[in-house]
């Protein structure tokens, strides 16, 4: 079975400070990996995504992430956080191989604060 | 562009109550279709999932459930409402092979 840990709840940074959020998943093959965000009371947009190929993947918003297959991590970055940043964040694996039993399993979330 | 519809926002019923929540797809055909709960600091947690018209998995035991009357309509359904259903609901899309494509959510109060 699939399952993904984010081990920061709650991080706290300075606007224009670097960031950095943690994911770890548990999958018996390569998997998709997918960063979500998520704003209070909203539904959750995509931010980037690794399906194969090159192991740093960019996103929208000036975020990038990188995947390390010896060490099941898929760590999310910003150079520069802005205030806007502020919002929960979500890493997410699917099964590799798609297929009809395709879904996505999440972590808990990390949830950013960006101080001025 | 697909676009996905999530309603309503928000929603007050009483314990005991009937629910229903909709969702549907446009512009895309045959989507896998998704309905997540959140509940703070849980993350999301995967309640039905469906391939197709009347097919509906089920992920976790509860009291809810699911249908699929067409291509791109999702209902999440409950009899009688009990305050532990209480949360915030999302539906989703995907083409069964990407990232999964989110509503805007439905905010439930059980009172």
């Known amino acids: 079975a699939q399952s993904v840990t984010q081990p920061d709840i709650h991080i706290t940074v300075s606007e224009g400070a670097s960031l950095e959020l943690r994911c770890n998943y548990s999958?018996?093959?390569?998997?998709?990996l997918f960063w979500y965000v998520q704003s209070p009371g909203q539904g959750l947009q995509l931010l980037l995504k690794?399906?194969?190929?090159?192991?740093l993947v960019q996103g929208i918003k000036g975020f990038e992430a990188e995947f390390k297959r010896s060490q099941s991590s898929f760590n999310l970055r910003k150079p520069s956080v802005h205030w806007s940043d502020a919002a929960e964040y979500f890493c997410a694996v699917g099964p590799g191989s798609g297929g009809s039993n395709y879904k996505l399993t999440f972590g808990k979330g990390t949830l950013l604060t960006v101080n001025p | 562009s697909q676009t996905i519809h999530q309603w309503p926002a928000t929603l007050v019923q009483p314990v005991g109550s009937p629910l229903s929540l909709e969702c549907t797809v446009e512009g895309t055909s045959n989507p896998n279709l998704y309905w997540y709960r959140q509940a703070a600091g849980r993350g999301l947690q995967l309640l039905f999932y469906?391939?197709?018209?009347?097919?509906i998995s089920s992920e976790v035991p509860q009291n809810l459930s699911a249908s699929r009357p067409q291509d791109r309509q999702f209902i999440l359904s409950s009899k009688k409402l009990l305050l532990s259903d209480s949360g915030f609901y999302l539906c989703a899309w995907s083409t069964g092979e990407t990232e999964a494509f989110f509503g805007q959510g439905t905010r439930l109060t059980v009172v």
């Open positions: 999958y018996g093959a390569t998997p998709y």
């Open positions: 690794y399906f194969s190929g090159d192991t």
């Open positions: 469906s391939v197709g018209i009347g097919q």
